[in-house]
């Protein structure tokens, strides 16, 4: 947003405004006036007049071009302006005003274009000399008006002190609108960044959302509140947990796809909650097995502890619900977890807005083929 482009826009409203709503009931007016006045040269000056409304119309239409807008926006006004100030000195010579009568008109042309347009000082300087400019050439080359001129002080002082007035009026009108628009531009920034904090802020939640879904409440609180730091990939000790289900891969193959994933869905439910409550992250679901592990992105004193107890409330949970996973497996139940501690990557992979927070090295890959080598329901650990 600039304050030219918006000068530009209001230049041209206010000059489509005088054309059409002020210029026409003046000719109008002016024409009434001559017809009841019985003026000789009715007939003429409706022809100039005429003339004027014409021009007025097309040169709205050439101030709403692009071009006129972008690089030459005043040339209708001041072609408007020049056009009215001969079209009087043409219609007084021809109906023979008096000096007070084209001080009257000439001052009206000036009242609305210093007062109605949001000119420049260059500006205002060029339209005062268009304004008065072809009255100043008709006066030197007329006896009958030149005299008057040098004796009507008190017409020149008012004439003077029209321009201050009107200098004054478009000063404020362009400290106003100048106002205006600083105090929308303020208000289009101010919602630029409403949207943007919405935006990081839907983000964040999003993002919040589905690490909600990876860690417990205590540490997800504590992501919001900026103790921990998830933004870079880190080497650490952990204790990683896999998780399988025996013959899930034979069991795919003789059952409904739906009651298939039925059963996947509520285990990986429980597995899930009960990981969470022990305060262990989720760091990937590998189809049919589950990759957790503990001392990340909290660490934690007696991690391998920790992890056995919530492996062993899992094959306890998933013992009390055998049967009702049996029944809808429609073979026996199992499961089977390995455990192992040692050094692992902790991080986003591939990076934080396409991957999830997980664990990759040798001791999460041994905690996989112990998991391989548990009988079922039972766990496999490492001596380490």
């Known amino acids: 947003m600039k304050f030219s482009r918006e000068r530009r826009r209001l230049f041209r409203d206010r000059f489509i405004f005088m054309s059409r ?14 017809i009841l006045m019985g003026s000789d040269h009715t007939a003429f000056n409706t022809l100039i007049r005429g003339a004027m409304m014409l021009l007025a119309l097309n040169l709205v239409k050439l101030q709403r071009t692009t071009w006129i807008m972008r690089h030459a926006h005043t040339l209708p ?21 008096d000096f007070a009568t084209y001080m009257v008109r000439l001052n009206l042309i000036a009242v609305l274009t210093f007062c109605l347009m949001p000119w420049r000082a260059r ?28 004796g009507s002080f008190i017409a020149l002082t008012s004439t003077l002190t029209l321009a201050v007035i009107g200098s004054m009026i478009n000063a404020i009108t362009i400290r106003d609108m100048h106002k205006s628009f600083e105090t929308r531009l303020l208000l289009f920034r101010g919602m630029l960044h409403k949207d943007r904090v919405i935006d990081e802020k839907t ?12 860690f417990s409440p205590q540490v997800l609180d504590a992501i ?48 899930t909650e009960i990981l969470i409550w022990h305060n262990i992250t989720i760091g990937t679901y590998l189809g049919d097995g589950i990759l957790a592990f503990v001392n990340a992105p909290i660490e934690t004193e007696d991690h391998q502890v920790i992890a056995t107890r919530a492996c062993l409330d899992l094959l306890e949970q998933t013992a009390k619900k055998r049967q009702y996973f049996s029944e809808k497996w429609r073979a026996e139940f199992n499961i089977r977890i390995g455990i192992n501690s040692g050094h692992a990557s902790v991080g986003f992979f591939p990076n934080s807005q396409l991957g999830t927070y997980t664990a990759l090295g040798e001791s999460v890959n041994l905690a996989a083929r112990l998991c391989s080598s548990a009988t079922p329901n039972s766990i496999c650990i490492s001596k380490d």
């Open 123 to 150: 500006g205002l300087a060029l339209t005062a000399a268009t304004v008065y400019g072809p009255f100043v050439v008709l006066a030197a080359l007329s006896a009958e008006l030149s005299t008057p001129i040098r």
């Open 203 to 214: 983000r964040e939640t999003v993002h919040l959302e589905r690490l909600s879904n990876q």
């Open 77 to 97: 006004t001041h072609i408007m302006i020049s056009t009215l100030a001969i079209a009087v000195c043409i219609i007084g010579q021809n109906s023979g005003y």
């Open 224 to 271: 919001r509140d900026g103790k921990i730091a998830l933004t870079k990939k880190e080497r650490r000790d952990v204790t990683a947990i896999f998780i399988d289900i025996e013959n899930s891969s034979f069991r795919s193959q003789h059952l409904d796809h739906q009651q298939y994933e039925e059963v996947l869905s509520e285990f990986f439910t429980l597995a």
């Open 21 to 34: 709503r002020i210029l026409g009931p003046i000719i109008c007016i002016s024409i009434a006036g001559d």
